[in-house]
């Protein structure tokens, strides 16, 4: 199957030069010049990997890396990050709401395809095999509304398994609270923080009781929360 690209740039000259070298490696990008296009075209279709530039003439590629990151059908998509050189605000906000990888302009358009492919591999294409052999440690049966950790399930709430199995698709990456609490309460204003901080603990408890050895959720301070996987 070809790896599906969308690529927010608003440059084209850049987004050529950006399209040219990866449709060479044989992905398929889409383009997009407006962060309203792509915001479309992300609700019409899936994609493997987003290339997103910050400095759009109708807003900020980091306003969609937000967005993408607090969706649940999106949430675990690698992002790459484009910024005029220099940015050094924009690549730290960048990796804190959640981009995979960030690349300064000018960059050569070799680099971006290398950095796309290690982003894809640490994804898991290519690799579906390896990835089905391996039997998951936590594994979300959407259908059933519940996570079984090792074969077993866990007595979770409902806000408990829409908390978790957020966590679980985006495992390995930082889930500030505002993540969380959008993922799993919605636009419920009554929760808070501390909402979040209370269910995280729960959830340890949890874990624990069916797996005393190791810890799944770790604590970033300032950050959030994030799942870590075996
Ligand atoms: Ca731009």
Redesign the pocket.
């Known amino acids: 199957m070809t790896t599906q690209l969308l690529l927010l740039e608003?440059?084209p000259a850049i987004a050529r030069t950006v399209a040219y070298a990866l449709e060479r490696d044989g992905m398929a990008v889409t383009h997009s010049l407006l962060v309203h296009d792509a915001r479309q075209q992300m609700r019409s279709r899936r994609f493997d990997l987003l290339v997103l530039?910050v400095?759009?003439p109708d807003g900020s590629g980091l306003d969609l890396l937000r967005e993408v990151r607090h969706a649940p059908a999106t949430v675990a998509v690698p992002v790459l990050m484009l910024s005029a050189h220099g940015e050094e605000i924009d690549r730290v906000l960048g990796l804190e709401l959640g981009a995979d990888d960030y690349l300064a302009k000018p960059f050569s358009p070799r680099e971006l395809a290398a950095r796309v492919k290690a982003l894809l591999r640490r994804a898991g294409q290519g690799k579906p095999a390896a990835a089905a052999a391996a039997p998951a440690v936590l594994f979300d049966d959407e259908a059933g509304q519940r996570i079984c950790l090792r074969g077993q399930p866990l007595p979770l709430t409902r806000r408990e398994y829409r908390l978790l199995a957020h966590l679980l698709r985006g495992a390995g990456r930082i889930h500030s609270r505002d993540a969380l609490l959008a993922a799993a309460w919605g636009d419920d204003s009554e929760s808070t923080d501390r909402t979040v901080d209370t269910h995280i603990k729960t959830l340890r408890a949890k874990l624990r009781e069916l797996d005393p050895a190791r810890e799944y959720i770790s604590t970033h301070r300032g950050m959030g929360y994030c799942l870590d996987l075996p």
């Open positions: 608003d440059d530039d400095g759009l």
